[in-house]
Each structure stands twice: as structure tokens, then as C-alpha cells.
């Protein structure tokens, strides 16, 4: 018969033991304490960040060379080795983002969900506007404003090529937090609507067009496998309760070097740009992910270090604006390796400081909201 009263010790060990078999019942494994705040987490943010603004100045370079090493042999290279050990920022952003709505700040209610989607998204739209306004200015715009305007509804544009990692990253944490309400018995109608909408959105356009004969825009709503991916097996590491220990975080650091030189030998010999679901990608992401997951911040460094992650979104949303004025129009594609090498290094700085400079101070101005 079930009985309501704790386990008996055993006299010689005094540890918890199953009532009718005395066998030791094996202790719960500590988990991490609820809502608690992951300042290694704030740091792969910055990380990442960092690193897409890498990418991007280093993709001036490759450019500036139309992408061939005999039109200027340090450029390219400089350029292809530091956008080859960037590739992991965003299968690392999906890694974060399925750890946040799964483990790490799940969505109590439809309301909270909402207010996620709305704090990705309004940036989005302020900042394509943005970004468009500014080439209509400049008379680099390939088409009319407007019909670029309406193309942004449903995916990218140009001068605003970043931002597509949201048209994906939006709906993923829709997903994500649609089965976390399911799971807490709550029923969600109006995001599982959403999803439906964005599932579908291609085919309604498709439809439309059938009948009416308007040319439909692409539409880059929507995720992949490998994104997925990255989200769910990413927050079950980050969800670990204990990293790595000091030899087996060294241990990550060939497997970074060995992937960061196959995804550079991708680029340059296989293919430009190596897909974010290349197996040389997730090992590179993967080994990064568990080599700074759990590590300890110091309490000194904190504070300034989660004003910094607060500043990442938007020095992401802006960043491109300092890549086309200045870095494309500073690049020198004759240089020699160190002069190559110093200008990328040189560019890499000056971009990110004047990005998180400027989203520090929409931040101070309670922009944040709009501006990321």
C-alpha cells in the first residue's frame, strides 16, 4: 500500500531508502535557481554581436576585391579569415533564443508572448524605414520607395540585408513559446493564428496573385531545420547546470580553431557564403557554446557587461549604416597583409564603437523600444 511517509535510513549510512527494498533512492540533481540572471549569457550576446559586425566589415573587403583573390590577395584573405570565424552568430542567436523561451524566461501568458514579439518586431519596421529613407536620400534605392516599403512586409530588403535574421528569429520564438503556454494547459488562439498565418503566407500570396495578377514579393517569414535545431539542443546545453571544467573548456578550443579554418576553406574553396547548417558551422557554435556557457563573470565586470548586452540589438540594427559610409569607402584592396590586416582590425573597432556608442544613447533617451 502507498504510504505518505519519507523514506527510511539505513543504520550504517543514514542516506534515504526505499521503504520495502532498502535500496539508497539516489539524490535530485541540482538545477539552476528560477529566474536566475546568466551573465555568460549577456556575454555570448556581446560575443555575438561582435562578431556579426565582424562579418560585415569583412565582407567589405571580400567585396571590394568582387570577390576574387587576384584583385587583391591580402584583402581577400583578410577579409574571408575574419568572416570565416564569425559563422557562428547566428545559429548562437537561435541557440540563445530557444534557451530564453524554453528554460531560461518561458512565457507566463499570451500577453508576455505578445510583448516579446512587439519588442523584435516595431525595431524591425523603424529600422527598414530607416534604412530606406537613408538610400532614397542618397538616390541608391533600385526601385521606388514604396514598392521596397511593401516588400519589407514580408521579408529583407535592400539597404537593410540584416535584418532577415529577424524575419526568422521572430516566428521561432512564436513556435517556441506557442507549445511552452500549450504545455502549461493554457490555449493560445491567437498565436497559433499567427503561426498559421506565417506558415502559409507564401501560398496566400500566391493565391492573391492567381487572381488579381499582382507580382507577390518574396516572403522570408519563416525557419528552417537547422534553426530549430540550434534552438532546442542549444538551450539544453545552455540549461546544463554545471560547464565545462577548466581542462575540458580548453579542450573546446581546437575544435573552434579546426572548424574556423573549415568554414574559412568552405568560403574560399567551395562555396561563399558556407550555410548556417554546414556541420563545420554547428561544431564551431556548439564548441563556443560550452566553452563560455557557465563561466564566471567577475562581480566587478557585471554590471557594465549587462549594459553592454542591453546595447547588442541595436548596435545590430544600426551597424550597416557605419559598413556602407565608411568601412566600403575606406577599404583598400592594394594593400599588403599587415596593411590589410591593421585597416580590418582598425574598421572592426571604429564600427563597433560608434554602434554601441549610439545605442547606448537611445538607450539613456528611453528609445529602446523603437530602436532596439
Not at 57 to 66: E, H, K
Not at 86 to 95: E, K, L, R, T
Request: positive net charge; hydrophobic residues 50%.
Amino acid at each position: 500500500m502507498p504510504s505518505n511517509s519519507a523514506p527510511l535510513a539505513t543504520p550504517e549510512t543514514g542516506a534515504p531508502t526505499d521503504k520495502d527494498t532498502l535500496a539508497p533512492v539516489p539524490k535530485p540533481h541540482a538545477s539552476a535557481p528560477v529566474n536566475e540572471h546568466r551573465f555568460d549569457i549577456d556575454l555570448m550576446r556581446l560575443i555575438c554581436s561582435c562578431a556579426v559586425i565582424l562579418g560585415h566589415v569583412a565582407g567589405a573587403f571580400i567585396l571590394a576585391v568582387d570577390r576574387e583573390e587576384e584583385n587583391g590577395p591580402s584583402a581577400y584573405w583578410a577579409g574571408h579569415i575574419a568572416d570565416g570565424l564569425n559563422q557562428f552568430a547566428v545559429p548562437m542567436f537561435f541557440a540563445m533564443a530557444g534557451w530564453a523561451a524554453l528554460m531560461g524566461a518561458p512565457p507566463r501568458d499570451s500577453a508576455r508572448m505578445w510583448q516579446r514579439i512587439i519588442r523584435n518586431g516595431l525595431p524591425l519596421y523603424v529600422w527598414t524605414a530607416a534604412y530606406l529613407a537613408w538610400a532614397w536620400l542618397r538616390d541608391t534605392n533600385d526601385r521606388p520607395m514604396t514598392e521596397l516599403g511593401v516588400d519589407a512586409i514580408f521579408g529583407s530588403v535592400q539597404p537593410a540585408y540584416h535584418l532577415w535574421f529577424l524575419y526568422a528569429y521572430i516566428p521561432i520564438i512564436m513556435a517556441l513559446g506557442f507549445v511552452v503556454l500549450i504545455r502549461s494547459g493554457q490555449r493560445p488562439w491567437g498565436l497559433g493564428v499567427a503561426l498559421l498565418v506565417v506558415a502559409t503566407l507564401p501560398h496566400i500570396l500566391a493565391t492573391v496573385s492567381e487572381f488579381t495578377g499582382w507580382s507577390a514579393p518574396p516572403v522570408g517569414w519563416g525557419f528552417g531545420t537547422y534553426s530549430v535545431a540550434y534552438a532546442v539542443i542549444g538551450a539544453m546545453l545552455f540549461a546544463l547546470p554545471g560547464g565545462l571544467s577548466r581542462r575540458g573548456r580548453w579542450l573546446m578550443v581546437p575544435l573552434i580553431v579546426v572548424s574556423g579554418i573549415g568554414a574559412v576553406y568552405w568560403d574560399t574553396q567551395v562555396h561563399y557564403v558556407i550555410p548556417n547548417a554546414h556541420p563545420f558551422v554547428a561544431i564551431l557554435t556548439f564548441s563556443l557554446l560550452m566553452l563560455v556557457s557557465r563561466v564566471r563573470v567577475p562581480e566587478r565586470w557585471r554590471p557594465r557587461l549587462t549594459k553592454l548586452a542591453a546595447a547588442a540589438m541595436g548596435a545590430y540594427m544600426v551597424h550597416v549604416f557605419f559598413v556602407e559610409e565608411l568601412v566600403k569607402r575606406w577599404v583598400d584592396a592594394d594593400g599588403g597583409p599587415l596593411v590589410s590586416g591593421g585597416m580590418l582590425l582598425a574598421m572592426f573597432a571604429m564600427t563597433t564603437v560608434l554602434s554601441y556608442g549610439v545605442s547606448l544613447l537611445w538607450g539613456k533617451l528611453g528609445l529602446r523600444r523603437w530602436l532596439g
